[in-house]
């Protein structure tokens, strides 16, 4: 079992490309959200929708000493469509969020915001043969620069973080590989040509904090030599292997590296899966595509996770939140429903999590989408939490999209995520056309390789995690110490099992969050003695614990306890550890809160 990890470590340890990192204590956590320098400064990287990877600094530092006119401040995006609402997104947030914010900005003039195009390719033939990647990209990698105001970084990030569509870490060390590479020719070359820039290079030193050629290299031979992973060059054949496990369309020759999920939707096919960079890249372009279809309003049903909220306030004409996802809140729906049909402004979509994270309700999946046909709505689920391992989603929804970063992977060393289109429902011609004008592929092709990989033997570790959730589940439930366990079997579960896959191993998933009776204080305690890996993201395969609240809406803790999210809520996502283990750690984490009750 992983135990605690040393603060500002990535999690898991030792692993490239980590996407979460060590908050061991509830201080730490605090700490973090305050920017308090203990913790800031000891961050070797983080979650990278929030923490922008070291090797993307390095490489947006080099860009903007390259471009930027002085206090101009570097975005970096993988397509000129990314780059653009960026751009886009920066102008028209400006003016909403100044009196907001802290410090303040000044408005952007037209112009302000630019973009720049950088082509990244070897300088030469010698260069082309150090190039590992010469084999796979038919053509120069391009990155995009957005450059503006220093001052308005934070819009910038905010975009960033919504759309999950910055630059892979991956992408970027490639890039910086080339860098290094083409700098050795230059300087291998004759001083009269290095004297000679060339577009796509600079020529000063590499920073220390990206990883060297050797090192990219030897772990290029390890995974290859050993088996877990396959070369580059079949990178498009592993995102086409990857289209048809999530449609459950594996050839009998696939299916020996594991089993697959049956969907049960008539005329699924690979060619309704499309694969996004990150899980939120996955609900911004759906929204997207319904935007194509029309402008209108959407509904966030029930207490989702705090980006796609955002997302459906921020692009387009904005949303309602109905964050008890229950009771009143169908009647509230229905009334929003009816009030935009007899106005002639329907309500484009409902948006729902199932279940919800991280109070863990499953919306009512037949109610909502019978509303949703009554008043022309599309309804899109969001899967990641239940996993279409457990649960069958799509049947019921116009679009299923999931975070493969999760559960998918479960090695917690690659983002991703899809989205599904369901062939049978009205909307399908219309939502295809439109995912054909908006959608763009934008997994850079090594994070497609390590997502093959990792997802090999997804449903076999899914029915492992079950298990082990459960186990977890019912300890909590048991204790006269916790006042509440939010997990789908104990939360709104006759929604949960009318969605529920009927096989042998399909069950309520690894996630769960427990509230205490001693409140704050309890929950320090037990979040302190949990001897297991501590940060953000979920469905890992090793038990990964955090404060959900804090982490997630530390300047809103007002507004998110009144839907039932407390600031002491702690969240547990359960690993593939032995059952015995995990229970002996989750009891002495119990017995390290005190027996006084909360005042």
């Known amino acids: ?62 860009l903007r000493e390259r471009f930027a006119m002085p206090n101009e401040a570097p975005m970096l995006f993988p397509s000129q469509a990314c780059a653009k609402r960026c751009a886009a997104f920066i102008y028209d947030q400006a003016p909403k969020q100044r009196d907001a914010a802290l410090p303040t900005y000044t408005l952007p003039k037209p112009g302000q915001v630019r973009i720049v195009e950088y082509a990244v390719e070897p300088i030469n033939r010698r260069a082309a043969a150090l190039d590992a990647m010469s084999t796979v990209l038919d053509e120069p990698v391009v990155i995009y620069c957005v450059l503006f105001p220093e001052d308005l970084f934070s819009l910038a990030k905010q975009y960033w973080q919504h759309t999950g569509n910055g630059i892979s870490a991956r992408l970027a060390e ?24 060339r577009r796509g290079t600079i020529s000063e030193a590499v920073s220390p904090v990206v990883s060297a050629g050797a090192d990219l290299e030897a772990d290029t031979y390890l995974e290859e030599r050993f088996g877990r992973n396959v070369d580059a060059k079949y990178a498009a054949a592993m995102k086409s292997v990857l289209r048809r496990r999530i449609a459950g369309a594996l050839t009998e020759d696939e299916q020996r590296h594991g089993a697959q999920v049956e969907r049960g939707v008539a005329g699924l096919s690979p060619d309704n899966v499309y694969l996004t960079a990150t899980g939120m890249s996955a609900v911004f372009y759906a929204h997207q595509a319904l935007l194509q279809m029309r402008l209108g309003k959407s509904v966030c049903f029930g207490f989702s996770y705090t980006d796609t909220l955002k997302i459906l306030k921020k692009f387009g004409p904005g ?143 899914v029915a492992e995690i079950n298990r082990n959730a459960l186990a977890v589940a019912e300890l909590l439930q048991h204790s006269a110490k916790v006042a509440r366990v939010a997990y789908p079997k104990f939360t709104t579960p006759e929604n949960y099992r009318q969605i529920m896959r009927p096989t042998a191993d399909a069950g309520y998933g690894s996630l769960l969050s427990v509230m205490f009776v001693g409140g704050e ?14 940060g953000p993201s979920l469905g890992t395969n090793f038990t990964l614990a955090s404060p959900y609240t804090i982490l997630a809406h530390f300047d809103e803790l007002e507004w998110a306890a009144q839907y039932g999210v407390d600031a002491d809520l702690v969240r547990i996502s359960v690993g593939l550890e032995p059952r015995a283990e995990l229970m002996a750690m989750f009891q002495t984490a119990l017995d390290a809160i005190s027996d006084e009750r909360k005042i």
């Not at 204080?521 to 501590?534: G, N």
Request: aromatic content about 8%.
């Open 1 to 62: 079992m992983l135990s605690q990890v040393p603060l500002g470590e990535c999690v898991p340890p030792n692993t490239r490309h980590a996407v979460s990192v060590s908050l061991p204590l509830w201080d730490d956590n605090v700490d973090y959200e305050k920017g308090e320098p203990r913790v800031l400064d000891r961050m070797s990287g983080g979650y990278p929708r929030f923490f922008i990877a070291k090797v993307i600094q390095a490489l947006a530092e080099r």
């Open 319 to 461: 949303a309602y939140f109905l964050g008890n996802g229950e009771g009143d809140d169908y009647t509230e729906l229905e009334r929003i429903l009816e009030q935009h049909t007899q106005a002639g402004d329907p309500i484009l979509a409902i948006f729902t999590e199932c279940p919800s994270n991280p109070l863990l309700k499953t919306s009512d999946l037949p109610r909502l989408r019978a509303l949703a046909d009554r008043h022309g709505a599309a309804l899109v689920v969001d899967e990641t939490i239940g996993s279409f391992a457990n649960i069958d989603a799509l049947s019921w929804a116009d679009v299923v999209v999931s975070s493969l970063t999760k559960v998918f992977s479960g090695d917690s060393n690659v983002m991703g995520g899809s989205i599904v289109l369901n062939p049978t429902c009205a909307l399908y011609t219309s939502l295809s056309s439109a995912m054909a004008a908006v959608f763009e592929d934008l997994m850079w092709c090594e994070d497609a390789i390590f997502l093959e990989r990792n997802s090999r033997d997804f449903m076999r570790r």
């Open 174 to 197: 490639y890039c910086m590989h080339i860098e290094r590479v083409n700098e050795q020719c230059e300087l291998d070359a004759s001083p009269r040509y290095r004297a000679g820039a």
């Open 521 to 534: 204080k309890a929950a320090r305690q037990f979040y302190d003695s949990l001897l297991c890996c501590k």
